[in-house]
């Protein structure tokens, strides 16, 4: 299904790039934000009541869902010391793809649903995109379109990141396209259903050098590719139990981040689609993991 909305201008050819330390700025400004207390970040992922209680079932546990949810600050940031791998003249590619990712492997959180023989449902694009309007900070992001693929394959570009899928038992490719309501940014969600964490975690991982031969495949609104091969555009990888999730953000324009350029809240912002994830860990398993 796909859902059309005006995007913003076509990005103009590449700029010279910056070098890494010139870039590795963003934990700043994610200091600055103000964090909410546990008990609101756990209503926003989306538990009821009594799920929050037992989700409350000794301080540490909480601090892990908590941690969980900060870890995005520092997965946008990328790191004081993250070098980010960086595409080659060697490694030139025409199909979109980011210029910097970053993955990482699975909480402890998400144990439960370790497996999917543990959490058979299949998704559905209404259950992760449940929302068309997200805001973090200043950004607000409105859902343009979703799709949902299966096979994986149709998701993505790349063969040897298509065959990994199959490996993988992936059975479904979900993607969401956002654009921010001042037209500045753009980006996409993609959630593959996976056999295993295991499988998960090495997807992420091995994205760090093959995204530049496979990437996810970029969804069009108002008949223009939400992402095209010229701009500078970032990502990063979350394995959480048996799923695993790309993040993909940019300017619509093409542009390097610059000093007013918040990606860390339009990382944030983008993966609220990830609160459905969390309320399958609870019915999976109210009772919280050991720490």
Same mark, same amino acid.
């Given at each position: ?8 201008? &076509?990005?103009?050819?590449? /700029?010279? /790039? #910056? ?9 700043? #400004? @994610? ?14 992922? $989306?538990?009821?009541?009594?799920? &929050? *209680?037992?989700?409350?079932?000794? %301080? ?36 979109? /793809?980011?210029?910097?990712?970053? $993955? ?10 370790? #497996?999917?023989? +543990? ?18 900070? +200043?950004?607000?992001?409105?859902? $343009? ?9 149709? @998701? ?16 479904? +490719? ?8 001042? %037209? ?27 995204? #530049? ?17 010229? $701009?500078?555009?970032?990502?990063? %990888? ?21 000093? /007013? ?9 983008? *993966? ?7 309320? *399958? ?11």
């Amino acid at each position: 299904m796909n859902e059309q909305t005006p995007q913003g201008p &076509q990005a103009p050819p590449r /700029r010279r /790039r #910056r070098s890494p330390s010139r870039t590795a700025v963003k934990p700043a #400004r @994610a200091s600055r934000t103000t964090q909410p207390s546990d008990g609101t970040r756990l209503q926003e992922l $989306g538990l009821s009541p009594l799920q &929050q *209680r037992l989700l409350m079932i000794g %301080g540490s546990v909480v601090g892990v869902v908590v941690a969980a949810v900060v870890l995005a600050f520092v997965i946008s940031a990328l790191g004081n010391d993250f070098v980010p791998e960086r595409a080659t003249a060697a490694a030139i590619v025409t199909q979109p /793809r980011p210029d910097v990712y970053k $993955g990482w492997n699975s909480p402890k959180l998400f144990a439960p649903i370790e #497996r999917n023989t +543990a959490d058979p449902a299949p998704l559905a694009l209404k259950e992760i995109f449940a929302v068309r309007t997200l805001k973090e900070g +200043a950004i607000t992001l409105r859902l $343009g379109a979703t799709k949902l693929d299966a096979p994986c394959s149709a @998701a993505v570009w790349g063969q040897e990141l298509a065959g990994q899928l199959t490996g993988a038992g992936c059975t479904q +490719a979900l993607r969401g396209a956002y654009t921010s309501a001042d %037209g500045r940014y753009a980006a996409q969600y993609t959630l593959f259903n996976l056999r295993d964490t295991a499988a998960a975690n090495a997807l992420v991982q091995s994205l760090t050098a093959g995204y #530049r031969g496979g990437w996810a495949q970029p969804l069009t609104q108002g008949g223009r590719t939400l992402f095209s091969s010229t $701009g500078h555009t970032e990502a990063s %990888g979350h394995a959480m139990g048996h799923y695993a999730a790309l993040v993909w953000i940019g300017r619509t324009d093409g542009v390097e981040p610059g000093p /007013r350029d918040d990606f860390v809240s339009l990382s944030l912002a983008v *993966r609220d689609a990830e609160k459905a994830v969390f309320r *399958r860990v609870v019915a999976v398993s109210p009772t919280p993991p050991p720490s």
